[in-house]
Nanobody
Framework: QVQLVESGGGSVQGGGSLRLSCSAS????????MAWFRQAPGKEREAVAA????????YYADSVKGRFTIDRDNAKNTLYLQMNSLKPEDTAMYYC??????????????????WGQGTLVTVSS
């Protein structure tokens, strides 16, 4: 059974940084593209970033480009999201997701194979 578990969320002041982690089990991790999504209260879920199975290809939402970095450690079955220069509008529940597909398919949110339960990020002004 595929399981994704996020961690690293919390409360931070604007301009601060957080590093989210997503630990994966029950899948051949190195075969899966991975992605981070977020959903703020009252808003639709949106893709934040995605990374290919091998880590060579990444995609970012325009709103986070230059501030967030997605990375993965295939030896540890772990996905990361380094978030710098955080803004109040980054406040949301952050979810990781996996798919046995290309990175763009992960970023699009279509036909994803597994989702985590989420970790909450709160950024104060």
């Amino acid at each position: 059974q595929v399981q994704l578990v996020e961690s690293g969320g919390g409360s931070v002041q604007g301009g601060g940084s957080l590093r989210l982690s997503c630990s994966a089990s029950g899948l051949t991790y190195s075969n899966y593209c991975m992605a981070w999504f977020r959903q703020a209260p009252g808003k639709e879920r949106e893709a934040v970033a995605a990374i290919s199975a091998g880590g060579s290809t990444t995609y970012y939402a325009d709103s986070v480009k230059g501030r967030f970095t997605i990375d993965r450690d295939n030896a540890k079955n772990t996905l990361y999201l380094q978030m710098n220069s955080l803004k109040p509008e980054d406040t949301a529940m952050y979810y990781c997701a996996a798919a046995d597909r290309r990175a763009y398919d992960c970023f699009s949110g279509r036909n994803l194979d597994a989702w985590g339960q989420g970790t909450l990020v709160t950024v104060s002004s």
